[in-house]
Each structure stands twice: as structure tokens, then as C-alpha cells.
């Protein structure tokens, strides 16, 4: 595994050796593309298949609401088949780099289709893949949106995240998703909205998302509510 490391890594050089960059604005790209000592914010890709749905081209704009920073909307439509094909994606990934993606799709065999993934050092890591029903618009909802920046708290209900192995790995790729950026505290006044995920029973998983609203308790925790603004 090392000598595969070290080849590749050598295979970089020798490609970067070869077409060397000649401009500023091209030495700079390649900069930002190598190693860092402090990584940056994770950048997700938002794309749409060769056919989708009305209720996937939703959720793909609300999903894009919800993580619009660090984020990437795609407008065109991609013939790809990420379960048959990976590598087309990956290029559009690395050419945008960006390391996450939601790429929505509608077919006969796979109706109002999601599929979630993640790569790592230019290598698929990660592929969910969930078909939509029941889907609510934020539109659809009177309540405040969600403002730019801020960080939701993610709830995550149910045993069948601790008791499947599957189960944990998109409970870890959801943290990761919507973790839009690295923080070191957390003030409670900034907390603004909640995500939950509920998983059931043949493999279903619910999400909603609330705004949260706190009122005077009368002690130093505050009252808490929670206001569904979508599903």
C-alpha cells in the first residue's frame, strides 16, 4: 500500500513536472490543490442527472439552501451513472475541487433518486443512495428560513444508527455533509436551527429540520421550542 502511495505520488510530481504551470493565477490553483497543513472547509457539488423529477430538482434547491456555504450548484444536466461509473464524476469533482456530493437522478427502476458521496485523495470513499417520498418544500412553510452561515444541531433518533454498521456510516456522512465549517465554541444564542434524522424500519430515514426559538424559563437555561420548516 505504501509503494501504491508513493508511486502515485510520484506520478503527481512527474505530471506537474511536465506541464508546469505558467501563470500566476495557474501556479496558485496547483498551490491550493497540494497537501495543507491546516485543510480547508470540505466543498460539496449539488448536480442533477440526465432526467430528474420536479421533487428531486426541490430537494436538491432546498438541500442547497440548507448547505449553500462551501457549496457548488451545478446547472446542467450530467449523464452519469455514479453506481456503474464513477470515474466521469470524479473528474467534475477534482476539476471543481470539491470532495462531497449530492447528485439527484428520476428513472423508472429509481424513482425521485438521491445519491450522497464522498471521496478521498481523488478516490470514491462513500455512496448513500435514497429514494424521496413524502417531501415538503421550505417554501411550504411560514416560518423564518434559514439564515446563511449558520450551523445546525443534527439529532439523530433511533438505535438502528448504534446497532448496523450501515446505519453509522451515514450517520457519519450527514455529520460530515452538514458540517459546513470547523468551530471551536458554541453559543447558545447562535443556535438557530435543528436537523433531525429518525431512522426506521425497513430502512427509512426521516429528516426534518426546525427553527428553534428560546424563551425566558425563569432560570439561567432557557425555554426551548422547536418549529418544523421542513420535511
Known amino acids: 500500500q505504501r509503494r501504491v502511495r508513493a508511486a502515485a505520488d510520484t506520478e503527481k510530481a512527474l505530471q506537474k513536472a511536465v506541464n508546469p504551470a505558467k501563470t500566476r493565477k495557474g501556479k496558485k490553483i496547483l498551490l491550493a490543490k497540494e ?4 485543510e480547508n472547509d ?3 457539488m449539488i448536480l ?4 430528474t423529477s420536479g421533487m428531486v430538482n ?6 442547497y439552501k440548507i448547505r449553500r456555504q462551501n457549496t457548488v450548484m451545478m446547472a446542467k444536466a450530467n449523464p452519469f451513472l455514479p453506481f456503474e461509473d464513477t470515474q466521469p ?11 462531497m456530493f449530492l447528485f439527484g437522478s428520476h428513472n423508472k427502476k429509481r424513482p425521485h433518486n438521491l445519491v450522497f458521496g464522498r471521496t478521498y485523495d481523488g478516490q470514491m470513499l462513500d455512496m448513500l443512495e435514497f429514494g424521496v417520498t413524502g417531501f415538503k418544500k421550505l417554501c411550504q412553510f411560514k416560518q423564518p428560513k434559514i439564515p446563511l452561515g449558520a450551523k445546525p444541531c443534527l439529532i439523530f433518533n433511533g438505535d438502528m444508527f448504534e446497532r448496523y454498521p450501515e446505519w453509522g456510516v451515514v450517520q457519519n456522512y450527514l455529520c460530515d455533509f452538514f458540517n459546513t465549517t470547523k468551530t471551536s465554541s458554541i453559543n447558545l444564542q447562535g443556535l438557530e436551527y435543528v436537523l433531525s434524522f429518525t431512522a426506521c424500519e425497513p430502512n427509512i430515514l426521516m429528516m426534518r429540520s426546525y427553527e428553534v426559538n428560546m424563551k425566558k424559563s425563569g432560570t439561567s437555561a432557557p425555554y426551548v421550542e422547536l418549529d418544523e420548516i421542513g420535511n
Open 35 to 38: 497537501p495543507q497543513i491546516i
Open 42 to 44: 470540505k466543498q460539496t
Open 48 to 51: 442533477k442527472g440526465a432526467k
Open 58 to 63: 426541490d430537494v436538491l434547491a432546498d438541500m
Open 89 to 99: 464524476l470524479l473528474d467534475l469533482l477534482a476539476k471543481k475541487d470539491t470532495s
